[in-house]
């Protein structure tokens, strides 16, 4: 049975699988022998009238054929009409077939005058070799109901013939000889019958393996479509997916990926007109989250974003990127949209209202400030890691300064909105320019839009409300008041839509809100849906239930007529493969059970070798051809079993690796063991039939008057050595079964030849001597009656012709079944192969995703069997270096005309910088370096977020010389950076350079966003970062003076800047680090 617990359903329902599995491939062995037992009733029959032998002299024979042929019949009808009836009752059925068969057999060895000891015995090795082979039967009951047949037909016959008046000279030889045949049919019977059940086991365990391959094959593609698209656009993402496959495909040839590099990055961008950008940013909230925990600032950020994307979707708008505080958006992505700046405007008033809501309710002083603007974009993604969809044009630096140039609560649009609003909102002067320079500059005239609802609401309950609110609150810190509060939207976690949807209704949403809008009347906890435990039960259930069904389906789609059916992978008769390239690896595949067929085969020969021993007249003659065949067998089987030798002999044959070699050999080269397979098959079938060439002709068969006593001639002439020579041919035949997986066609083959041949000596060659030993037998009657009174069964040449055509065709038909069975394993197991490196390839490419959104020791914690999906992500780290290096000059570079594509190509040669930069994160040297987003042409990286828990407080020493090494590489990094950037300047004819800040200290790590996850840092040292590169100068690496400390010990040297003023934090002393932009470009260069 298939191991239990191996694949995701229980062992019950593989129990039930499998036997369902068993009952299709037992119903087809049961059919065929069904199918060849009715074809030999009606042989016979025919061939018995044809004969023109009388029914009157055979009644027995007659009565016996018709009601076998009858009940056959009829079980073959009730099994054909209905498969249900067969699974009921299958055992019983074939208990039936088997009684059947051993009725028939013992009212053949007992009807007539004349009965041997040799009677139907083929007969009777037909029906245990099928017991085994072809009903379905365990292994215990075959064994029992083959050792009844068996031991009941050497009992019967030694009853009868020592009973006898005149009982057979050699009776004991002749009962052992029976035996041997026998015990031969049991053995290669059973043999077969385990292999079969293995190769069955293994067939079912595959297409079970196959299906649930195929269904996670599903799952893997639909959950990176659900990843890609969480990140980027649907019409970006799928062709980037393409890329990203094709580049896995690339990078298993280094050389290949090598020559790839050489030539210009992919980019992923197009332009878009008549869009609507906003920009927005949460006033006062710098002030608020230092004074949070890690929790609840991922918690408020999670919540607050999570509420905006929320108002996005209600109003069209597609959220772009989330910076520190900061939200942008556009309206009329991918698909342009005729309201797109009144859905940006209802979405800024939508975001100051709900941040109104928070501020009353919890007391928190924080606002909305939004800037709208409209115009044309270049939106895609740029860069090789961590890709962000992203908007760049002049249109959405406008906007940006829109925001920054507004007032708080306010949204704050340009005249280019206004005109596409349509009066659809009132409004009033903005006076941007008086706040933001960039707006004076440009000659922007700006404006206030009227929130309608300002009108509605009552200034009096206003009060009333935030009175009330903030009183019962005001023991709590702020930023608690702002998490418990903001933990009531119940925004979902990031990733959350990676796993199953259907959690709290068949829609797969909870019912959190109502018409889009928050239901404020059911508390928080209430709508959390079901414990993770009982989700992940309940979809590993679902997962089951599919696996199940699909299975049953596969099971139900089999039937014994397929492999007759024309099919696109089989040819229906010769069952080759339609693929040659198939075909080929089919003939080709390791075959480590070879040397078991080899030595089933040898036992065989053992057998017939005893059997002939003991009818033999003189078995010294028998010395020669069975020595010689002895010799060939034995060194084959040494060929076969040489790696186990040295097992037995290990000091003499320690030194023979080649023993080990050649038996490997055997079953891993086809034109090793084929070889191999014909010589002991050719061995079998000759030696079987090769000492009755050599049988002398007794004269006296000549002279009817000393036929006086037939037994005593029989006996002293040794005559009843010719059916047992038969009999030796039948094992002979079975033989040529027992390699299974050896190419079918020279099994026919030898099939074919071997039974022609003995026809030839049965019916040609040695025709005298089996009619001379029907005249022994039947001495009263001529060569033209002898039949008559024999009948078919009993006649030695006629009997001998009858049993090698069953067994021909028996082993035929079983040969071509087993063949089928053997290539749809090879099939399945092939395919399996195939839909695994598929899923091997899917895995990669949804890691590789994921760690393109999240660095890699985070992203472990959103995939795999131990994904935290249910949970948001945070962290607080004592000491990260915060790198940002800009290319101010890029900003002049930019510019929108018709040569450069309105923007395009000069983004082209932005994607070229960002992804030199990006190929650096690659070298081992920089692997502690993540990079965290690009902004613009600006590109944020930090170090030492790899960290693993605990060991920011475990042996203070080394982790202090640890976090100094990180803010050394980040320095190199730099350094790096600004060769790689000189680089491009050589080969585009530019010159730009790059701004560096650094800083580093505490900062607090964590993934927000549901509908598009982003793993960000926030903290001072981030903002001190950052400051650091805007109030830096070209080509130098600004650093503060806690930095400067750290890198002077580190054998950097600095120079002092001086005092500097920073905003929001007044006045610091910087320093820069001293490069040598020669080593620097080396750096790149190498």
């Given at each position: 049975?298939?191991?239990?617990?191996?694949?995701?359903?229980?062992?019950?329902?593989?129990?039930?699988?499998?036997?369902?599995?068993?009952?299709?491939?037992?119903?087809?062995?049961?059919?065929?022998?069904?199918?060849?037992?009715?074809?030999?009733?009606?042989?016979?029959?025919?061939?018995?009238?044809?004969?023109?032998?009388?029914?009157?002299?055979?009644?027995?024979?007659?009565?016996?054929?018709?009601?076998?042929?009858?009940?056959?019949?009829?079980?073959?009808?009730?099994?054909?009409?209905?498969?249900?009836?067969?699974?009921?009752?299958?055992?019983?059925?074939?208990?039936?077939?088997?009684?059947?068969?051993?009725?028939?057999?013992?009212?053949?060895?007992?009807?007539?005058?004349?009965?041997?000891?040799?009677?139907?015995?083929?007969?009777?090795?037909?029906?245990?070799?099928?017991?085994?082979?072809?009903?379905?039967?365990?292994?215990?009951?075959?064994?029992?109901?083959?050792?009844?047949?068996?031991?009941?037909?050497?009992?019967?016959?030694?009853?009868?013939?020592?009973?006898?008046?005149?009982?057979?000279?050699?009776?004991?030889?002749?009962?052992?000889?029976?035996?041997?045949?026998?015990?031969?049919?049991?053995?290669?019977?059973?043999?077969?019958?385990?292999?079969?059940?293995?190769?069955?086991?293994?067939?079912?365990?595959?297409?079970?393996?196959?299906?649930?391959?195929?269904?996670?094959?599903?799952?893997?593609?639909?959950?990176?479509?659900?990843?890609?698209?969480?990140?980027?656009?649907?019409?970006?993402?799928?062709?980037?997916?393409?890329?990203?496959?094709?580049?896995?495909?690339?990078?298993?040839?280094?050389?290949?990926?090598?020559?790839?590099?050489?030539?210009?990055?992919?980019?992923?961008?197009?332009?878009?007109?008549?869009?609507?950008?906003?920009?927005?940013?949460?006033?006062?909230?710098?002030?608020?989250?230092?004074?949070?925990?890690?929790?609840?600032?991922?918690?408020?950020?999670?919540?607050?974003?999570?509420?905006?994307?929320?108002?996005?979707?209600?109003?069209?708008?597609?959220?772009?990127?989330?910076?520190?505080?900061?939200?942008?958006?556009?309206?009329?992505?991918?698909?342009?949209?005729?309201?797109?700046?009144?859905?940006?405007?209802?979405?800024?008033?939508?975001?100051?209202?709900?941040?109104?809501?928070?501020?009353?309710?919890?007391?928190?002083?924080?606002?909305?400030?939004?800037?709208?603007?409209?115009?044309?974009?270049?939106?895609?993604?740029?860069?090789?890691?961590?890709?962000?969809?992203?908007?760049?044009?002049?249109?959405?630096?406008?906007?940006?300064?829109?925001?920054?140039?507004?007032?708080?609560?306010?949204?704050?649009?340009?005249?280019?909105?206004?005109?596409?609003?349509?009066?659809?909102?009132?409004?009033?002067?903005?006076?941007?320019?008086?706040?933001?320079?960039?707006?004076?500059?440009?000659?922007?005239?700006?404006?206030?839009?009227?929130?309608?609802?300002?009108?509605?609401?009552?200034?009096?309950?206003?009060?009333?409300t935030k009175q009330c609110r903030h009183n019962d609150g005001l023991k709590m810190r702020a930023s608690v008041r702002m998490t418990r509060y903001l933990e009531s939207w119940g925004a979902a976690k990031p990733f959350a839509h990676l796993q199953s949807r259907e959690l709290c209704t068949p829609t797969g949403n909870c019912d959190l809100h109502a018409n889009g809008k928050l239901r404020k009347d059911i508390p928080l906890r209430s709508l959390v849906c079901p414990r993770t435990t009982d989700r992940n039960r309940s979809q590993k259930s679902k997962f089951d239930e599919e696996l199940y069904n699909?299975?049953?389906?596969?099971?139900?789609?089999?039937?014994?007529?397929?492999?007759?059916?024309?099919?696109?992978?089989?040819?229906?008769?010769?069952?080759?493969?339609?693929?040659?390239?198939?075909?080929?690896?089919?003939?080709?595949?390791?075959?480590?059970?070879?040397?078991?067929?080899?030595?089933?085969?040898?036992?065989?020969?053992?057998?017939?070798?005893?059997?002939?021993?003991?009818?033999?007249?003189?078995?010294?003659?028998?010395?020669?051809?069975?020595?010689?065949?002895?010799?060939?067998?034995?060194?084959?089987?040494?060929?076969?079993?040489?790696?186990?030798?040295?097992?037995?002999?290990?000091?003499?044959?320690?030194?023979?690796?080649?023993?080990?070699?050649?038996?490997?050999?055997?079953?891993?080269?086809?034109?090793?063991?084929?070889?191999?397979?014909?010589?002991?098959?050719?061995?079998?079938?000759?030696?079987?039939?090769?000492?009755?060439?050599?049988?002398?002709?007794?004269?006296?068969?000549?002279?009817?008057?000393?036929?006086?006593?037939?037994?005593?001639?029989?006996?002293?002439?040794?005559?009843?050595?010719?059916?047992?020579?038969?009999?030796?041919?039948?094992?002979?035949?079975?033989?040529?079964?027992?390699?299974?997986?050896?190419?079918?066609?020279?099994?026919?083959?030898?099939?074919?030849?071997?039974?022609?041949?003995?026809?030839?000596?049965?019916?040609?060659?040695?025709?005298?001597?089996?009619?001379?030993?029907?005249?022994?037998?039947?001495?009263?009657?001529?060569?033209?009656?002898?039949?008559?009174?024999?009948?078919?069964?009993?006649?030695?040449?006629?009997?001998?012709?009858?049993?090698?055509?069953?067994?021909?065709?028996?082993?035929?038909?079983?040969?071509?079944?087993?063949?089928?069975?053997?290539?749809?394993?090879?099939?399945?197991?092939?395919?399996?192969?195939?839909?695994?490196?598929?899923?091997?390839?899917?895995?990669?490419?949804?890691?590789?995703?994921?760690?393109?959104?999240?660095?890699?020791?985070?992203?472990?914690?959103?995939?795999?069997?131990?994904?935290?999906?249910?949970?948001?992500?945070?962290?607080?780290?004592?000491?990260?270096?915060?790198?940002?290096?800009?290319?101010?000059?890029?900003?002049?570079f930019y510019t929108e005309c018709d040569i450069n594509k309105e923007g395009l190509e000069c983004l082209r040669l932005l994607n070229e910088i960002i992804a030199d930069f990006d190929e650096l994160l690659s070298k081992p040297k920089f692997s502690g370096v993540e990079k965290i987003k690009t902004i613009g042409s600006t590109y944020m990286a930090a170090a030492g977020l790899s960290v693993t828990a605990g060991q920011d407080n475990n042996q203070p020493a080394q982790d202090r010389e640890r976090q100094h090494t990180q803010i050394g590489n980040m320095v190199e990094f730099a350094i790096a950076l600004v060769g790689k950037l000189d680089g491009i300047n050589r080969h585009s004819f530019n010159s730009f350079r790059l701004r560096v800040g650094i800083n580093y200290g505490p900062v607090i790590a964590g993934v927000i966003g549901a509908r598009k996850p982003q793993?960000?840092?926030?903290?001072?040292?981030?903002?001190?970062?950052?400051?650091?590169?805007?109030?830096?100068?070209?080509?130098?690496?600004?650093?503060?003076?806690?930095?400067?400390?750290?890198?002077?010990?580190?054998?950097?040297?600095?120079?002092?800047?001086?005092?500097?003023?920073?905003?929001?934090?007044?006045?610091?002393?910087?320093?820069?680090?001293?490069?040598?932009?020669?080593?620097?470009?080396?750096?790149?260069?190498?």
């Amino acid at each position: 049975m298939p191991a239990k617990g191996k694949y995701m359903l229980n062992g019950q329902e593989q129990v039930g699988l499998y036997k369902q599995y068993c009952y299709i491939r037992q119903y087809q062995l049961l059919v065929l022998l069904l199918g060849i037992s009715i074809l030999s009733c009606v042989v016979l029959l025919v061939l018995f009238f044809a004969l023109q032998l009388n029914a009157l002299e055979h009644p027995a024979f007659v009565g016996v054929v018709s009601c076998g042929l009858a009940l056959l019949g009829a079980v073959f009808a009730m099994v054909c009409c209905t498969e249900t009836l067969f699974q009921r009752w299958m055992r019983l059925l074939a208990v039936a077939v088997w009684a059947c068969l051993l009725i028939m057999g013992f009212v053949f060895t007992l009807s007539g005058s004349v009965t041997r000891a040799w009677d139907q015995v083929p007969f009777f090795l037909f029906t245990i070799f099928t017991v085994y082979t072809m009903m379905p039967f365990q292994m215990r009951d075959a064994v029992i109901l083959s050792l009844v047949t068996s031991v009941s037909h050497i009992v019967v016959l030694s009853i009868v013939l020592t009973t006898s008046s005149k009982p057979p000279t050699f009776l004991t030889y002749q009962l052992v000889s029976n035996g041997v045949i026998f015990l031969c049919g049991n053995v290669v019977g059973a043999f077969h019958k385990v292999l079969m059940a293995r190769a069955l086991r293994q067939t079912f365990l595959d297409t079970l393996s196959c299906l649930e391959i195929r269904m996670k094959l599903e799952i893997e593609k639909r959950q990176q479509e659900n990843l890609l698209q969480s990140v980027l656009p649907v019409y970006i993402s799928m062709e980037m997916k393409l890329a990203i496959i094709e580049r896995l495909k690339e990078s298993k040839d280094a050389q290949q990926r090598l020559v790839k590099d050489n030539n210009f990055h992919s980019l992923y961008v197009k332009r878009h007109e008549n869009v609507s950008i906003l920009y927005a940013d949460i006033v006062g909230f710098t002030r608020l989250a230092s004074d949070c925990s890690p929790k609840e600032l991922v918690i408020m950020l999670n919540e607050l974003f999570g509420k905006f994307d929320q108002i996005a979707k209600e109003n069209e708008c597609m959220r772009i990127k989330i910076l520190g505080d900061c939200y942008y958006c556009v309206s009329g992505l991918p698909v342009s949209l005729p309201r797109h700046a009144r859905n940006c405007v209802k979405m800024g008033l939508d975001m100051c209202e709900a941040i109104k809501q928070v501020r009353e309710a919890t007391g928190v002083d924080i606002n909305m400030r939004v800037g709208v603007h409209s115009g044309n974009v270049l939106c895609g993604v740029i860069g090789l890691r961590k890709w962000q969809f992203d908007v760049w044009s002049h249109d959405v630096t406008l906007a940006n300064h829109m925001e920054s140039g507004g007032l708080p609560g306010r949204v704050h649009i340009t005249e280019a909105t206004l005109k596409h609003l349509n009066k659809a909102y009132e409004v009033e002067e903005g006076n941007g320019h008086l706040r933001d320079p960039y707006l004076k500059e440009q000659n922007i005239n700006t404006y206030l839009v009227i929130d309608p609802r300002s009108k509605e609401s009552s200034v009096s309950s206003q009060r009333k409300t935030k009175q009330c609110r903030h009183n019962d609150g005001l023991k709590m810190r702020a930023s608690v008041r702002m998490t418990r509060y903001l933990e009531s939207w119940g925004a979902a976690k990031p990733f959350a839509h990676l796993q199953s949807r259907e959690l709290c209704t068949p829609t797969g949403n909870c019912d959190l809100h109502a018409n889009g809008k928050l239901r404020k009347d059911i508390p928080l906890r209430s709508l959390v849906c079901p414990r993770t435990t009982d989700r992940n039960r309940s979809q590993k259930s679902k997962f089951d239930e599919e696996l199940y069904n699909k299975m049953v389906m596969t099971i139900d789609g089999l039937s014994s007529s397929k492999q007759w059916i024309k099919s696109e992978e089989m040819f229906s008769f010769t069952l080759w493969f339609t693929k040659k390239e198939l075909e080929k690896q089919y003939r080709a595949i390791d075959l480590p059970g070879f040397k078991y067929y080899i030595g089933c085969a040898s036992f065989i020969f053992l057998c017939i070798f005893v059997v002939q021993m003991c009818v033999a007249k003189q078995p010294q003659d028998l010395g020669v051809s069975f020595g010689v065949s002895t010799c060939i067998l034995l060194l084959t089987l040494c060929v076969c079993f040489a790696g186990h030798l040295p097992r037995f002999f290990p000091e003499r044959l320690a030194s023979c690796q080649w023993l080990s070699t050649v038996s490997e050999a055997v079953g891993k080269k086809p034109f090793v063991r084929l070889p191999l397979a014909v010589a002991s098959t050719a061995v079998i079938l000759i030696i079987a039939v090769i000492n009755l060439c050599f049988f002398p002709f007794p004269e006296l068969c000549n002279n009817t008057a000393a036929l006086t006593n037939a037994t005593e001639f029989e006996a002293s002439h040794g005559l009843f050595f010719m059916p047992y020579v038969v009999y030796c041919c039948l094992l002979g035949i079975v033989a040529c079964g027992v390699f299974l997986r050896v190419s079918v066609e020279l099994k026919l083959i030898f099939l074919v030849l071997a039974s022609i041949g003995y026809y030839i000596i049965i019916l040609q060659t040695h025709s005298n001597l089996f009619e001379c030993y029907g005249s022994v037998l039947y001495p009263n009657g001529t060569s033209d009656t002898i039949l008559e009174q024999s009948g078919l069964m009993k006649h030695p040449k006629v009997m001998s012709c009858v049993y090698i055509s069953l067994f021909l065709i028996t082993m035929v038909f079983l040969t071509q079944q087993t063949e089928y069975y053997c290539r749809q394993d090879f099939l399945l197991k092939n395919k399996n192969r195939q839909e695994q490196d598929k899923i091997e390839t899917m895995e990669n490419l949804n890691r590789l995703l994921l760690e393109n959104v999240l660095p890699a020791h985070v992203a472990s914690l959103f995939v795999g069997e131990n994904k935290k999906n249910e949970d948001l992500y945070y962290k607080s780290y004592d000491c990260v270096c915060v790198m940002f290096a800009s290319v101010p000059d890029f900003k002049e570079f930019y510019t929108e005309c018709d040569i450069n594509k309105e923007g395009l190509e000069c983004l082209r040669l932005l994607n070229e910088i960002i992804a030199d930069f990006d190929e650096l994160l690659s070298k081992p040297k920089f692997s502690g370096v993540e990079k965290i987003k690009t902004i613009g042409s600006t590109y944020m990286a930090a170090a030492g977020l790899s960290v693993t828990a605990g060991q920011d407080n475990n042996q203070p020493a080394q982790d202090r010389e640890r976090q100094h090494t990180q803010i050394g590489n980040m320095v190199e990094f730099a350094i790096a950076l600004v060769g790689k950037l000189d680089g491009i300047n050589r080969h585009s004819f530019n010159s730009f350079r790059l701004r560096v800040g650094i800083n580093y200290g505490p900062v607090i790590a964590g993934v927000i966003g549901a509908r598009k996850p982003q793993y960000d840092i926030w903290g001072n040292t981030v903002n001190v970062s950052s400051r650091m590169e805007s109030t830096g100068e070209l080509g130098k690496i600004q650093v503060t003076e806690e930095t400067s400390n750290v890198l002077q010990k580190l054998g950097y040297s600095c120079e002092c800047r001086g005092m500097i003023k920073v905003k929001g934090k007044g006045e610091l002393r910087t320093f820069f680090v001293c490069t040598d932009m020669s080593k620097s470009q080396g750096i790149a260069l190498s």
